[in-house]
Every structure is written in C-alpha cells, then in structure tokens.
C-alpha cells in the first residue's frame, strides 16, 4: 500500500542511510529506538494481515530492526 511504502521509505530506507553514514565516522556508542508498537505487532501473530493501513508503522519499524 501506498502507507507501507511512504512508512518503509522513512523508516527503513532512513535507517540504512543513517548506518551508511556513520560507517564513514563510526560513533562511540549508537543507541537505536524502535516503538513499542513493534512487541503489539509480532505479539498478535496471524492477525498480523488483517489491516495493512494501521500497522505500517510497525512493520516499517520492525524491517528497521532488522538492517541494524
């Protein structure tokens, strides 16, 4: 869907530019935050298909969590 796409391009395409960035001056320390939306999302198993619209957000945050 159109919200999935706009939530990835923030969310997930953001994150790997970030990294990207900071391969070039590594950090100290990096502390990524995620959503607690993320623990609603994967704790709802099956149900997870029924409304694409209301849990971009978590999915986009989710993909995030993975590149990191």
């Known amino acids: 869907t ?16 970030l990294l990207a960035a900071l391969e070039k001056s590594p950090p100290e320390r990096f502390l990524y935050l995620s959503s607690v939306k993320v623990a609603e999302w994967e704790r709802m198993g099956d149900l997870q298909q029924r409304d694409e619209e209301e849990w971009a957000y978590a999915r986009s945050k989710q993909a995030a969590e993975q590149i990191i």
Not at 2 to 17: C, F, H, Q, W, Y
């Open 2 to 17: 159109r919200e999935l796409a706009m939530m990835d391009a923030i969310n997930v395409s953001g994150t790997r530019n």
